[in-house]
């Protein structure tokens, strides 16, 4: 079988999120699983800037926005890949610095509507075999809005692919202007409220919900929930409309690259078997990566961890609210790495000012520091109002680092809470500060309980949330 995998990141050419984590893996372990695969992204300057060589498979002619461009596809290797990379160059819209969908300052590309139809575009002719390379995929997988119009651009195809279209997380619509709507000259039949027409305005993620053949989305629960006016972003109607096509399929995460026996970017290792004292030595090391003159009391104090994007969706806010109190009531010290929203940036630098031996902050977006977080860590706070899926309560389960996780989406479907048989973390149910509170209170408790603390790592880090169960349930849906 065929299958063409679209997205607009993958590690470690480009990444911002978790997207980029399960567009690198999920191929991987489909192709293990006997699939002839290929990825396709946008020739983005970073990632060019990472590639030692390629070839040009051919050029494209695409119609948009009343222009005629003229795009090459290449094909690349990469020493972490094992299957071919195909890439959309398009300099006048990709030959960009930094971050794939905002300009340096911040802010959204102003044109990030017409990039990435474009780039769905592109996607679709690629699906149809359009460079007569002889390849054509019996399905076309994508990912999120920024590849939502490549199931639209293929509907009117009568030899088409199979159009499978993942919903990594809802809340980021690729929502447009009608102007800029008919600025890119889209087929106006796609103008409707069983199109991609949104109150007004177009959405991306509507179109790929509409025109694919099957939805997924990254966790069980999050399948339902965004079936729901709370979580459902207005599509709540659209989506339990089609429940039929709809499957939540858990995310796995890359073994090799989350293994704290073998991950290259930890000063010392450790597994499951010997968890210590390896673990406590990278907790010294991370200490001191921080600029903390490191005491026996700061190694034997618990050291809770945080590795996020800094916006509303993940919580942060109670968090910040919390840790004053946790500060006078407990020897508990915190560590952030993140980058987002500057006013919570700012909220957590200030803490650190008020308490540079007790809050850490670090404005950055770091691989390895998140990986030395990971091991160094006692404790991984993820109170997310919303979690599609989460990647990083499965890294730190992998690293005996107990998850603090709000029951909602991915992480009700990962996290056992430590009440329960086979308990890995501490789970609560109200996304509120107190709630935050009283459950990092319960796991500062059961810190000081040894026996079981280790119990709970043991559990969490014999886990199994590789690939194998997940890539077979896509296999299943694709067959
Ligand atoms: P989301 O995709 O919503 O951001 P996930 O938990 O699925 O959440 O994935 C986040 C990914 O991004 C993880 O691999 C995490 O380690 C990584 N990440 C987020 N922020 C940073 C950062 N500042 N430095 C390094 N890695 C980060
Ligand atoms: C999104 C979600 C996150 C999920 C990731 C990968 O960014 O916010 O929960 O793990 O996509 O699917």
Not at 104 to 115: I, L, S, V
Not at 127 to 144: F, G, Q, R, T, Y
Request: overall charge neutral; aromatic content about 10%; charged content about 20%.
């Amino acid at each position: 079988m065929k299958v063409l995998f679209a997205s607009s990141e993958v590690w470690p050419l480009i990444k911002t999120g978790g997207l980029g984590d399960v567009a690198y893996s999920l191929p991987h372990a489909l192709q293990q699983q006997g699939i002839d695969i290929r990825i396709v992204l946008p020739a983005y300057q970073d990632v060019l800037k990472k590639l030692k060589s390629f070839t040009i498979l051919g050029w494209l002619t695409l119609e948009l926005a009343a222009k005629e461009y003229s795009v090459r596809i290449l094909q690349t290797e990469h020493e972490k890949f094992s299957l071919p990379i195909w890439l959309l160059d398009c300099p006048a819209l990709f030959d960009r610095a930094g971050n794939p969908y905002t300009h340096p300052e911040g802010y959204d590309w102003f044109d990030n509507a017409e990039r990435f139809a474009l780039f769905s575009l592109a996607v679709a002719r690629l699906a149809m075999d359009d460079l007569n390379l002889d390849w054509k995929p019996e399905i076309v997988h994508s990912n999120d809005w920024q590849t939502g119009l490549v199931s639209a651009f293929l509907d009117h195809e009568i030899d088409r692919p199979k159009r499978v279209f993942t919903i990594h997380n809802l809340a980021y619509g690729g929502y447009f202007s009608q102007q800029e709507f008919q600025r890119l000259q889209l087929p106006p039949q796609w103008w409707s409220s069983e199109g991609i027409e949104f109150y007004g305005n177009m959405s991306m993620i509507k179109a790929g919900i509409i025109y694919s053949d099957q939805i997924t989305t990254v966790s069980p629960s999050y399948a339902k929930e965004i079936c729901t006016p709370e979580f459902g972003y207005g599509l709540a109607g659209v989506l339990s409309h089609r429940r039929y096509k709809l499957t939540g399929i858990l995310n796995g995460i890359d073994p090799e690259v989350w293994n704290p026996r073998t991950d290259p970017l930890l000063p010392y290792h450790y597994s499951a078997k010997q968890i210590y004292p390896g673990k406590q030595k990278n907790k010294q090391a991370l200490l001191e990566a921080n600029g903390i003159e490191v005491t026996k009391k700061h190694l034997a104090a618990p050291l809770l961890g945080m590795v996020s994007r800094l916006v509303e969706q993940k919580g942060v806010d109670m968090i910040i609210e919390a840790i004053p109190q946790l500060l006078e009531t407990s020897d508990a010290n915190f560590i952030f790495i993140g980058t987002g929203h500057p006013s919570i940036e700012a909220q957590l630098l200030e803490l650190q000012r008020h308490h540079p031996q007790r809050v850490m902050v670090s404005i950055e977006y770091s691989e390895a520091k998140a990986h030395l977080l990971e091991a160094g860590c006692d404790l991984f706070m993820m109170p997310s109002r919303f979690e599609p899926c989460g990647l990083n309560q499965l890294y730190s389960l992998r690293y005996a680092t107990l998850p603090i996780v709000h029951r909602t989406g991915g992480l009700a479907d990962t996290v056992v809470d430590a009440e329960l048989k086979n308990a890995t973390g501490f789970v609560f149910d109200s996304a509120t500060t107190k709630a935050l509170v009283n459950t990092i209170q319960r796991a500062l408790h059961l810190f000081s309980h040894k026996k079981r603390w280790n119990q709970l790592q043991r559990n969490a880090m014999q886990q199994d949330f590789s690939w194998s169960k997940s890539a077979l349930k896509y296999m299943q849906l694709y067959q």
